[in-house]
Each structure stands twice: as C-alpha cells, then as structure tokens.
C-alpha cells in the first residue's frame, strides 16, 4: 500500500520560504516521478514540478525562478521549496506520484496523492 | 502549455440517472508510438485529494466501480458516470500528461 505523508509550516509571510517536506511508504524512489502540485482556495489543481530517483526535476515555468525541488534517497522523502511567497501563493499543496520530464510515453498520471498542506500567506 | 477545457462547469442529475462530462484539450494527446491517449480523470470530494479514476483516456483504476467509464481520442474525451449515485457527488478534473507542464481541466461539479 503506498502511502505519501507530507509535513511543513502552514502559515507564513510575504518574501517567506515555504518549504514542505514528503514522506513515502510502501514504494521506492527508483523507477517512479514525484511531483508537487497545489490548489488555491476554490480553484484548480496546477501542477508544481517533478523530480525523479536520478534528481532529474522539471519546473512548471511560472514558478521555476522560484521552485526548489529535491529528494533524500536515505529517507525515501522528496521536498519542495518556493520562495519570494505573496498572498497568491495561498493554496493547499499536495505531493503525489506521476509526472515526467520530457514529451513521452514514459509521462505518468498521478496514481497516489498525499493528504495535502493548507498554506496561507499573510502578514 | 497545453490548455484543457471542461465542459460543463457544473452538471446537476438524478440518483441513478447518466453523466456526461467533456475535456477538450489544444494538443492531440495521442502517442503514435504506443496508441495512447495521455489523459486521467480525477474526482475530487471537498476536503479531499484528487482521486484517479481513469489513465489512458479509459483504462478504469483498480477498485474503481465499472459504472464510471472514459472515451475519446486525440483532443476530444468523455468522461461518463452510468448511474449516479449520492456519493458521487464532488467535482472531476480532467488532465493531460503528454508533456509538462502537466495541466488540468477546470473542472465539473457534479450535483444531485
């Protein structure tokens, strides 16, 4: 059974770092991506980025300026870092498995969500 | 990017009555080298992740109940609901994972 366990600071401030920490059970790094996505109050799901078992990571471009995303293979966990935070940046944050780097077939859906963050940005 | 369109924005039915809900999207989703759509459906109940539901524009999750079904190809998809019941009740996105950035539909609440 694979599990996604996330963690991290739910209220922050204007020029913040949120940093959001993933923890995954019942399966490996290898061989699968992991990615980042959120959802701001009453709207859609946009897609964050991904990183794969090798570290190969691929941004969305609206964020990439301010996106880290990076993984402990020793803890099986991966991490996402954004920076710079406004209030737009509001939003409940989800890790889930899926994603890909490139055009191809080897893109996967999101097949296991974690139970998502609720970050608010306010002074 | 690729832009993905659902329609309707909302669908109020019947219990036991069909849904149909529709996903265009601006690219053709399919791969040629595989024959496969790149397109997933997800339901979304408040307070709750996504759930997938569909893969490959039809290819049903493990679990997942038979009365809920996708179709389509290229740039034009269906999701369909048979007969709905009361616990259906929540919102569906659909989304392409052709090529990143990985984007999804706006989505369609299902009412009773």
């Known amino acids: 059974q694979v599990q996604l366990q996330q963690w991290g600071a739910g209220m922050l401030k204007p020029s913040e770092t949120l940093s959001l920490t993933c923890d995954i059970s019942g399966a490996s790094l290898s061989g699968y991506f992991w990615s980042w996505i959120r959802q701001a109050p009453g709207k859609g799901l946009e897609w964050i980025g991904v990183?794969?078992?090798?570290?190969?990571?691929n941004y969305t471009p609206s964020l990439r300026s301010r996106v880290t995303i990076s993984l402990d293979k020793s803890k099986n966990q991966f991490s996402l870092k954004l920076s710079s935070l406004t209030a737009a940046d509001t939003a409940v944050y989800y890790c889930?498995?899926?994603?890909?780097?490139?055009?191809?077939?080897?893109?996967?859906?999101?097949?296991?969500w974690g139970q998502g963050t609720p970050v608010t940005v306010s002074s | 990017d690729i832009v993905m369109i659902q329609s309707p924005d909302s669908l109020a039915v019947s219990l036991g009555e069909r849904a149909n809900f529709s996903c265009r999207s601006s690219?053709?989703?399919?791969?040629?080298?595989?024959?496969?759509?790149?397109l997933a459906w997800y339901q979304q109940r408040p307070g709750q992740p996504p759930k997938l539901l569909i893969s490959?524009?039809?290819t049903r999750q493990s679990g997942v109940p038979d009365r809920f079904s996708g179709s389509g190809s290229g740039t034009d998809f269906t999701f369909t609901i048979s007969s709905v019941q009361a616990g259906d009740v929540a919102i569906y996105y659909c989304?392409?994972?052709?090529?990143?950035?990985?984007?999804f539909g706006q989505g369609t609440k299902l009412e009773i």
């Open positions: 490959w524009s039809s």
């Open positions: 990183i794969n078992h090798s570290g190969s990571i």
């Open positions: 989304q392409q994972y052709y090529t990143p950035p990985f984007t």
């Open positions: 889930a498995r899926g994603g890909g780097l490139f055009v191809g077939k080897e893109n996967s859906h999101f097949d296991y």
């Open positions: 690219q053709n989703l399919l791969f040629k080298s595989n024959n496969q759509n790149s």
